[in-house]
DNA sequence: GGGCAAGCGAGACGGTGTCTCACTATGGCC
DNA sequence: GGCCATAGTGAGACACCGTCTCGCTTGCCC
């Protein structure tokens, strides 16, 4: 996730919480700004973290809901890696997606996509006869860093 | 999964912590007993539930530290599906293995397999340098039942 | 049967996420 | 520019899941 696209991420957000007829918000915005510059996932508490120790601070209840807002416009996706608390990550207007493996040895979330694995999980889907809106695909393991 | 195959996981399982050293232990074999018996993931708190209904109950350390045992032995395995609570489900012992469709209409947690699916998880897991030892992948959407 | 350690229960505790309610700020309207 | 309705936000109480501790019970070996 490149800078450049991050911050293209960051105006497209805010172009469609405008269209949806959002006013402006300080927290929101702030949000917004983080996120499109996190390499990875970041849960809720490392979200308000962040944002205490910067200049523009948000309650708790204001990220919960701004991040449940960001979701259901598609903008944003939560994660359930299995580690007590949920994880968001902005989504590409590209449309591109990925997944991730959770290093067991070093705890880090690494990135991957491959298109193979997405046409085996529509291929299924359509099999399966379910009408699917999206997926997740957890790997549990070590990463190349953690192999010796 | 079938009620024979079941009560044959429930001997394994006995038998797998039997041979691993570990004592006979009431709240264990209920617990072995009712996952056993189950078409799918319950939750811990759904297990207490169950249990507390039955002539058998068993107090919340319990439930954790046995379904801990069991996932260390590869008995069990921990799902995390986004509704808050993680959820356990039996493996098969002959290896198999199934994900989930998470209906966004009903709430279900509907079973699926998929070798094909299976062999691009290898695929990209070899592909990115990663060692792997488990992998999960949840499909969000509506169920066959739950599209008019 | 006796002793010891594994297994277990009860309840306190901590952290994540939800809810309420009052305050603040935004944008349309005059 | 000033006013007002209401979306947006903050503070804190609350609920829930999962963890931890500690003392009791039970299985197992002698």
Redesign the pocket.
Known sequence: MSTASASEWAEHARAV?DQA?????????AIIDLLAEQPCAL???EIEDHLRRSD???????????L??LQDRGLVVRLDVGD???RYELIDPGGEHHHHLLCESCGRLVPFDDAGLERSIDRVSRRMGFRTHGHEVVLRGDCVACQH
Chains 1, 2 share one sequence.
């Open positions: 919480m007829g959002h006013r402006k918000g300080g927290a929101r915005n849960s809720a508490i523009r601070s948000a309650s708790r209840a204001s990220i919960y809901r701004i449940e807002l007590a608390s949920s």
